[in-house]
């Protein structure tokens, strides 16, 4: 489920912004504000995760329903940088 979950934070953070193509065990949506809600199917059932737009600083929060929540940038060379 983390590598489902990084999976998705890379893909936005990249700048991809695309939903349509789900993580395995995941459907995703976007709803009216531009954040992406995800819960888990079959095995991951009862997982959700929301993924928020970009702030202002290029931030990108993604919080999940089992208290996580991460905050993450992309860098002046390219790289992710979670925290």
């Given at each position: 489920m983390k590598k489902t979950f990084i999976a998705a934070v890379v893909a936005l953070v990249a700048g991809t912004g695309t939903v349509d193509t789900a993580n395995a065990g995941q459907s995703c949506s976007k709803d009216f504000?531009?954040?992406?809600?995800?819960?888990?199917?079959?095995?991951?059932?009862?997982?959700?995760s929301t993924i928020g737009k970009r702030d202002f600083f290029g931030n990108t929060r993604i919080q999940d329903n089992r208290g996580n929540s991460q905050t993450c940038s992309k860098d002046f060379f390219g790289n992710i940088n979670c925290r």
């Open positions: 504000f531009g954040n992406i809600n995800c819960v888990g199917t079959g095995q991951d059932r009862g997982y959700r």
